[in-house]
């Protein structure tokens, strides 16, 4: 159940999460956890979070978002690896130590398309789960890898 006080937290934090003009307070992203996540975050689960409409359909958006940003597609290849809460909000995004250029656009384009994640489930239920996501740029194509 969503309680008013996650729902006030939500859409307060909704902007920062999709444009990624501001960092997220503590407070802010304890408050997260602890309300979308039951204070339980899991590194391993039964079925990763996947993308409503397949990673094909993703790496097209996330192609167009940069392309309407003017950002060059250079390639190469780049890890990330993030939360993917119940509510499939993306928090604390981090990218593996790998060089790839302009990681603030592909980190803006992650956070665009957050509401296409479906989260993971453990023993059945809905919970909130690192995942690994690999972008691989090759001719102005992305190719999206999913893993724990």
């Known amino acids: 159940m969503i309680t008013k006080k996650f729902l006030l937290i939500a859409l307060t934090s909704l902007p920062v999460l999709c444009f990624g003009q501001q960092t997220i307070t503590d407070s802010a992203y304890n408050q997260i956890i602890n309300t979308d996540c039951d204070g339980?975050?899991?590194t391993r689960v039964e079925?990763?979070?996947?993308?409503?409409?397949?990673?094909?359909?993703?790496?097209?958006?996330?192609?167009?978002?940069?392309?309407t940003k003017n950002t060059p597609l250079a390639n190469g290849k780049v890890e990330f690896r993030f939360l993917v809460t119940?509510?499939?909000?993306?928090?604390?995004?981090?990218?593996?130590?790998r060089i790839i250029i302009n990681e603030a656009a592909l980190r803006e384009a992650l956070e665009k398309f957050s509401a296409l994640w479906i989260p993971a489930r453990q023993n059945g239920r809905i919970v909130c789960a690192y995942v690994r996501c690999e972008l691989d740029f090759f001719d102005d194509t992305l190719t999206i890898?999913?893993?724990?």
């Open 86 to 97: 119940s509510q499939s909000l993306l928090l604390n995004i981090q990218k593996e130590p």
């Open 145 to 148: 890898k999913l893993g724990q």
């Open 47 to 67: 079925t990763i979070p996947a993308i409503k409409n397949g990673t094909a359909a993703l790496a097209d958006s996330i192609v167009a978002y940069l392309k």
């Open 40 to 42: 339980k975050l899991f």
